[in-house]
């Protein structure tokens, strides 16, 4: 069975930083692209950024120059720095992962979510 699970979210001041961690366990072969999306209150679930095995980055234009995805192949996790955050950042994120647990049997998988608050 594989779990993502992710960490360091919490209540932070406008222009202040966060760094999300969501980490892969289980039976895992392999991982391909891992992702960070969003769900405000209201709003639909909306991707941040994604990162491939290969260290290939993709951010949408409202966290550009922010926000920064990255990964350690190594102990199957992905990161999200966040940096000069918004009120507007508030909202539950939520990590995902193409995983591989045996030839023909990759799927996605979702952690639970992390609630960021960044008040004004």
């Known amino acids: 069975q594989v779990q993502l699970v992710e960490s360091g979210g919490g209540l932070v001041q406008a222009g202040g930083s966060l760094r999300l961690s969501c980490a892969a366990s289980?039976?895992?072969?392999?991982?391909?692209?891992m992702g960070w999306y969003r769900q405000a209150p209201g709003k639909q679930r909306e991707l941040v950024a994604s990162?491939?095995?290969?260290?290939?980055?993709n951010d949408v234009d409202s966290v550009k120059g922010r926000f920064t995805i990255s990964r350690d192949n190594a102990k199957n996790t992905v990161y999200l720095q966040m940096n000069s955050l918004k009120a507007e950042d508030t909202a539950v994120y939520y990590c995902?992962?193409?995983?591989?647990?045996?030839?023909?049997?990759?799927?996605?998988?979702w952690g639970h979510g992390t609630q960021v608050t960044v008040s004004s």
């Open positions: 995902n992962a193409a995983i591989t647990t045996g030839p023909g049997s990759e799927r996605l998988y």
């Open positions: 990162v491939t095995s290969g260290g290939r980055t």
């Open positions: 289980g039976s895992i072969f392999s991982i391909g692209v």
